[in-house]
């Protein structure tokens, strides 16, 4: 019998870690999925008339052994990998596939469904049952059940080959991150801050080198490419961290890539879809790629606008300091720090201390505690890796969650920053409250010192976790971040204006040796250039999300390579920024297809975010009871219990356009 198999004792129902073993996992897996199996055949073959008791929740409650075991090992696989548990990763893409397809295609189970929906104004049902059924009939059509023969055959290894591509490309990208590293002489650390060297010299440590190194953690390489004066060195570490997936090796990631389009637009074609984005955004709110491309240009023309100026000036000072030739992507952080050391007087080696990961968590807690009533008291553990840290969240007095953070940079964790569920908050069955994870990848240090965009980061990860924590619903096919793709990213996006607030950089934003808090004109310098070399990055995201678009919004692209340089030449792309995410390191997109038609929902999401925190800003009280007892009604509690736009109408009374976007990017002028 596996742990997975036996009552957990532990504090509020958390995975006893220190007991789980890799081995554990193939049979908990396979033990879960015979239970869930057995459950759903039971709901498919019984003879009692379909109710929503005996077929929704009955469907809601099937697989609760297999959502212990997935939501544990999942987790690992993202934050704390290894040779056994990406092994299992490829071995259960196709199985999990394959039951995910058994069920969509279980026509009797379907049936059921049917007959429910059919029956739906007569079942007296409760508005949050009528949205879940509305919901799981339209995952089953989706998914393929209206299709019979060789049309539902062929769909179902479509998406089996896609689940095993998806997990190949994560891997590999993996792969080319962790071994990758360019070793520094003690002369290449010239003109770098201390916290680089520090992050360079415990990368070594952990590379087993003899001295520090750059690695391709984003963490180091991203202060690496703005602070080395030495431009050979930028160049050698750029174009490797732009080539991850693209180095000709066995990790190489552009055929996958390639199939995965083409594979998806066939399943779009066979669900009767024009294109794969057209399928993709119907449940969405923006609903058709025209709706996304119109959005996303509308930001593009000012961005460039504003990035091409922003490059004039920055190849100015390449050549003032005598290098010929034109300003490249190696260039640009490095020449845009000294610029904004210069304009702004602020420097990000004397903002730092400032800045360290204890204070921003303070930070980001005290937030929730002015906005929410939220309490967190810190947990011993143990938790499933050293680093990581948990907290119990209350509410007077009362549990809300367990909050888990694993905020380091280390080679067994892929990158970027994401927020997961190991358990989703529901009610159906008794209430069960959510444990909930954000993953970061900060450089370590002794303190660790963040950057403003670490901090950033944080702030973003939390507000998905306030979503998850916050969660008020019956069932948890609804419950959290189970919203449209494009709404998910407003509650996170909205909790990164909290930072921007004056009064809680004055409070929090100490000097980590001093306690003294951060000078008031550095603050009011920082708040200042909240929006400084807002063209860059709005130019490398809005390209990668056109791109994104491009690939599957009409047949699929034979080489995606040449079809990304179509599109970056058509949009007249500046000469010296990339896309955030190229083609073969685009995991967003491609590692599962959660962004894969919707990398622009971070935009659209944005619309919304910007006007929301002007609800809190037109009360004159950023913290204001009134507005955020509002957010938490009808946005963090809600989850999917309604279409996103009814629930946004009912928090602010109208959608808004582009134009609180631009101006907050610090664009508007541009237009």
Known sequence: MTIFAQDWTTPF???????????????????????????IAAIADSSDAPTFANVIEALELAEGALDRVAGVFYNLSGADSNDAREALMRDLAPKMSAFSSEVSNNKALFARIEALWQDRDGLGLTPEQMRVLVLYRQMFVRSGALLEGAAAERLTAVKSRLAVLGTQFSQNLLADERDWF?????????????????????????RGAAGPVVTLNR??????????????????????WGARGANGNAHDNRAIAAEILA???????????????????????????????????RVWQP????????????????????????????????????????????DEAALKPYLSLDAMLAAQFDCANRLFGLEFRELDGPFY????RGWEVTRNGAHVAVFLGDYFARGSKRSGAWCSAMRSQRKLGGEVRPIVVNVCNFAKGDPALLSYDDARTLFHEFGHALHQMLSNVTYGFISGTSVARDFVE???????????????????????????????????????????????????????????????????????????????????????????????????????????????????????????????EETGDAFDPATAARLERFILSAGG?????????????????VEALLKGRGLLEEV
């Not at 963490?219 to 490797?240: D, H, K, M, W």
């Not at 219990?641 to 356009?657: H, I, N």
């Open 13 to 39: 129902g958390l995975p006893p870690f220190d007991q789980i073993r890799d081995e554990d996992f193939a049979p908990a897996f396979d033990a879960a999925l015979a239970e869930a199996r057995a459950n």
């Open 182 to 206: 360019m070793p520094l002489d003690e002369a290449d650390l010239e003109g770098l801050p201390e916290f680089v060297v520090a992050s360079a010299r415990a990368a070594g440590a952990e």
């Open 641 to 657: 219990s309604e279409e996103a736009e009814a629930l946004y109408l009912q928090f602010r009374g109208k959608m808004p356009g």
């Open 303 to 346: 961005a460039r606008g504003k990035a091409m100026m922003d490059a004039a000036v920055l190849e100015a000072m390449l050549h003032a300091d005598g290098i010929a030739g034109p300003l490249e992507a190696w260039d640009w952080r490095y020449y845009s720090e000294k610029r904004r050391r210069a304009e702004h007087d602020l």
């Open 219 to 240: 963490s180091l390489i991203v202060p690496f490419l703005q602070f080395s004066p030495r431009r050979a060195l930028r160049q050698r570490a750029y174009e490797a």
């Open 263 to 297: 594979l998806r637009h066939e399943r779009a074609q066979l669900l009767g879809y024009a294109s794969f984005a057209d399928y993709k955004l119907e449940p969405e709110m923006a609903k058709t790629p025209a709706a996304v491309r119109d959005l996303l240009m």
């Open 490 to 616: 407003l509650p996170s996006q909205l909790y990164e204006h909290w930072l921007e607030v004056p009064a809680v950089l004055e409070q929090h934003a100490r000097h980590w040796q001093t306690g003294e808090a951060m000078p008031a004109e550095m603050l009011e310098r920082l708040l200042a250039a909240s929006t400084y070399d807002q063209g860059f990055s709005t130019v490398e995201f809005v390209a990668s999300a056109l791109v994104d678009l491009a690939f599957h919004e009409g047949p699929a692209p034979a080489d995606p390579m040449q079809k990304q340089a179509e599109v970056l030449e058509a949009l007249g792309m500046p000469p010296a920024i990339r896309m955030r995410h190229a083609t073969p390191h685009f995991a967003h997109i491609f590692s599962g297809d959660g962004y894969s038609s919707g990398y622009y929902s971070y935009m659209w999401s944005e619309v919304m975010d910007a006007d929301a925190f002007a609800a809190f």
């Open 385 to 388: 890796h050293p680093d990581v």
